[in-house]
C-alpha cells in the first residue's frame, strides 16, 4: 500500500509545481525526473543490502536513459521534483529532505577525496535552481533558495537565499506577504480548490508541506547592482552638491570683485584729493608787507 501512494505522491508533486503537466499519462511516461527518482528507489535499496554492482549498474542504465546521475548511495526524501533534469548530479553521501526541488544542471557533490561524509544535506521545501553547485559536507536549511548558477561552499541558514560564485546569503527570513496564519489558510483553499480531501489531518499536513515550496527561483536580489545604484546615487549627490558650491563660489568671487572695484575707487578717489599736486598753498604779497 505504501508503494502505491508513494507513486501517487510522486505524480501529484508534478502537478504541483509544474504547470505544463497535463495528464498522468504524459506525466508517467514522458517526465525524465520521474523516471530517475524510481530508479533510483530501486539501486537505493539494492546498494543497501550490499549489492553495489547491481545498484551501479542501474543508476548507470538511469543516467543514460534520463541524463540524471544519482548515486545509489544518496538518501532522498518524498516529494522530490526533478524538473527536466538533464545534467542533475548527485552525490553518494548526499541526503535530500522532503520536497525539495532540483533543475537541471544542478550538482550535489564533494569537493575533494575525503572519506565518509563529504556531499551535502539539503533541508526539506529547497529550492535548487538551474545550474547551481552545492559542493561540501553542509546542510542547507529549510525553504532555502539557491540562485541559477550559484556556487554554495558553505552552510546556508533556514529561510535563507543564496546567489554568486561563491554562494552569498543575500536574503534572510524574507518578509512574506502574509503572516503564517494567512498563508497557511491561502495554501489551505489552494488545496480545496484542487479537489483534496482537507478533512482529513494527514492528507492536510502533508499536502501543506508538499505545496509550501517557493518556487519563484528568479525573483532574487542583486547585490552587486544594489551596490553600483548606490555609489551612482551618492556620486550625483556629490556632483549636485559641487555645482551648486560653484555657483555658490562664482556669486561671492563677483560679489568679492565688486567690492574689490569700490573700494579701488574709493582709494583713488582719496588719493587724487591729497596728492601734492592738487594743494595750491596761499601766496603772500611781501612786497605789500614790507611797504607797510
Not at 7 to 35: M, Q
Not at 189 to 217: F, K, Q, T
Request: charged fraction near 30%; glycine fraction near 8%.
Amino acid at each position: 500500500m505504501k508503494f502505491f501512494s508513494r507513486i501517487k505522491k510522486d505524480i501529484r508533486v508534478i502537478f504541483e509545481r509544474d504547470p505544463a503537466a497535463k495528464s498522468v499519462l504524459e506525466v508517467v511516461l514522458c517526465y525524465s525526473g520521474l523516471h530517475a527518482i524510481w530508479l533510483h528507489r530501486i539501486s537505493h535499496a539494492l546498494f543497501k543490502r550490499g549489492w553495489i554492482v547491481s545498484a551501479r549498474l542501474i543508476s548507470n542504465f538511469c543516467r543514460f536513459l534520463t541524463g540524471i546521475e544519482i548515486h545509489p548511495g544518496a538518501t532522498i526524501g518524498d516529494g522530490l521534483f526533478i524538473d527536466h533534469g538533464t545534467g542533475i548530479v548527485i552525490g553518494e553521501t548526499a541526503e535530500l529532505g522532503k520536497n525539495v526541488t532540483l533543475y537541471q544542471g544542478v550538482t550535489l557533490g564533494g569537493t575533494g577525496k575525503e572519506k565518509g561524509k563529504r556531499h551535502p544535506t539539503i533541508g526539506n521545501n529547497v529550492v535548487v535552481a538551474t545550474g547551481a553547485k552545492v559542493l561540501g559536507s553542509f546542510k542547507v536549511g529549510d525553504h532555502a533558495k539557491i540562485g541559477a548558477g550559484s556556487v554554495v561552499l558553505k552552510e546556508v541558514p533556514p529561510h535563507a537565499t543564496v546567489v554568486g560564485i561563491p554562494g552569498r546569503v543575500v536574503v534572510l527570513h524574507g518578509q512574506r506577504v502574509h503572516n503564517e496564519e494567512e498563508y497557511r489558510e491561502a495554501l489551505l483553499e489552494l488545496c480545496r480548490a484542487r479537489g483534496y480531501d482537507m478533512d482529513n489531518p494527514a492528507v492536510r499536513s502533508e499536502l501543506l508541506e508538499e505545496i509550501d515550496v517557493d518556487l519563484n527561483h528568479d525573483i532574487l536580489p542583486d547585490p552587486e547592482r544594489e551596490m553600483i545604484e548606490v555609489a551612482l546615487r551618492q556620486i550625483q549627490r556629490l556632483e549636485t552638491r559641487v555645482n551648486e558650491l560653484e555657483k555658490e563660489l562664482a556669486v561671492a568671487r563677483k560679489e568679492i570683485s565688486d567690492e574689490a572695484m569700490r573700494t579701488s575707487s574709493l582709494e583713488i578717489s582719496m588719493a587724487e584729493k591729497t596728492s601734492p599736486e592738487n594743494f595750491s598753498p596761499r601766496k603772500v604779497d611781501l612786497s605789500k608787507r614790507n611797504s607797510k
